[in-house]
């Protein structure tokens, strides 16, 4: 049973360029939410994706938007990169928008120099 | 806003010694999970404890769950060095499956 994978593992980008990654759930899963996580810090939630459609957000700016596929993939762009942005970016996996219970893939590494 | 106040931030200790680390919030919570991150990975779930005054045991770890659904704790019983890592807490808003996040607890255990 494939848990949630995310790519790339790392990334190393420029400040203003723009940014995608990539997150498929857990296999049975619908539901897709994107976590920010800055060093030593606990994540923070940045959108849920349910139904190709984003249902709930947090407070990020329009700089952060997102997609799902039709097989419940997904994928997180930032635009404008600020050197703020550098972080963990985690996808979580759960079944339903109501699930509590979620599963996190590995994250990736964005660095804004 | 809700927010989730953890507490210690850092923890070092000796191998085989007992530890507790604090979730407290003015709020309410749904149900309130525990994570355990390593380095460069991402969070995986320990728990989740949804009914006020609920405890659950893992192995040497015990959660509750407060009565008024507004705090949590972790207690590691002879905690090992294999125990090492950071510790969040999550709250679930009702009907979202929106997390908030305390900012963790750092737990180093030295053999």
């Known amino acids: 049973d494939a848990g949630v994978t995310q790519s790339p593992t790392h990334l190393i980008k420029t400040r203003g360029q723009q940014v995608t990654l990539r997150c498929s759930p857990k296999?049975?899963?619908?539901?897709v939410s994107w976590y920010q996580q800055a060093l030593g810090q606990g994540p923070q939630f940045i959108f849920q994706?349910?139904?190709?459609?984003e249902r709930q957000r947090g407070n990020f700016p329009d700089r952060f938007s997102g997609h799902q596929f039709p097989n419940y993939s997904s994928e997180l762009n930032v635009n404008a990169l600020l050197l703020g942005d550098s972080a963990l970016y985690l996808c979580?996996?759960?079944w339903g928008t109501g699930a509590y219970e979620q599963y996190f893939g590995p994250g990736t590494r964005l660095t804004v120099t | 806003t809700q927010l989730l106040e953890q507490s210690p931030q850092f923890l070092s200790i000796q191998e085989g010694e007992n530890l507790t680390v604090y979730c407290n919030s003015s709020?309410?919570?749904?149900?309130l999970q525990w994570y355990r991150q390593e380095p460069g990975e991402g969070p995986v779930l320990l728990v989740t404890?949804?009914?006020?005054?609920e405890v659950k045991k893992l192995k040497r770890l015990t959660f509750q769950f407060g009565d008024a659904r507004k705090d949590s704790s972790l207690h590691i019983t002879a905690a090992q060095p294999g125990d090492t890592g950071l510790y969040l807490c999550?709250?679930?808003?009702?009907?979202?499956?929106?997390?908030?996040f305390g900012q963790g607890t750092t737990l180093q255990v030295k053999p």
């Open positions: 404890v949804v009914t006020g005054g």
């Open positions: 296999s049975g899963h619908d539901t």
């Open positions: 994706y349910y139904e190709e459609e």
């Open positions: 979580a996996s759960s």
């Open positions: 999550a709250g679930a808003q009702s009907n979202t499956g929106k997390l908030i």
């Open positions: 709020s309410v919570f749904s149900s």
